[in-house]
């Protein structure tokens, strides 16, 4: 079955398997009986699937809010997101992290370089306070 070949290939969550057999003509009947029958035998898992993805986006340095837009538009439920989402103990840490490797270990020099650090920061999808902590206690993102 078609299910079962795009799962050996990687894993998907439930909304994102079942759009792509729409889109490679399957019913929607014959679908939603699908996905129900691999999940009743967790070979489709959603709540796998989002701490594999947090895990993997996380080591690529992306922040939670970028993460959390991608599996909500997959249609991984918000319960099983937040829960992925808390099993990373700190995200400040990973923003400094972030931070560190793109520009280096020294602290930005003025405004404009902590300007042009904190948009990168925040189009990897860290929040506010992550990005503070990150370049440090002095920035006001806020205004």
Do not use: C
């Not at 009947?29 to 701490?51: C, E, Q």
């Not at 991984?76 to 400040?92: H, Q, S």
């Amino acid at each position: 079955m078609a299910a079962v070949a795009f799962l050996a290939r990687r894993d998907y969550a439930a909304g994102e398997l079942a759009a792509k057999l729409r889109v490679n003509g399957y019913e929607s009947t014959v679908v939603a009986t699908v996905i129900a029958d691999l999940s009743a035998r967790r070979l489709l898992d959603d709540a796998r699937y989002a701490g594999h993805f947090v895990d993997y986006h996380r080591a690529r340095g992306q922040g939670p809010l970028r993460i959390r837009r991608e599996l909500e538009g997959f249609g991984v439920a918000g319960a099983l997101i937040e829960a992925a989402l808390r099993a990373v103990p700190d995200w400040a840490a990973v923003a400094r992290e972030v931070r560190h490797r793109r520009f280096g270990p020294e602290a930005p020099a003025g405004w404009a370089e902590k300007g042009r650090q904190a948009r990168f920061l925040q189009y990897r999808g860290f929040s506010n306070d992550h990005i503070r902590s990150a370049l440090g206690p002095d920035l006001e993102l806020d205004s």
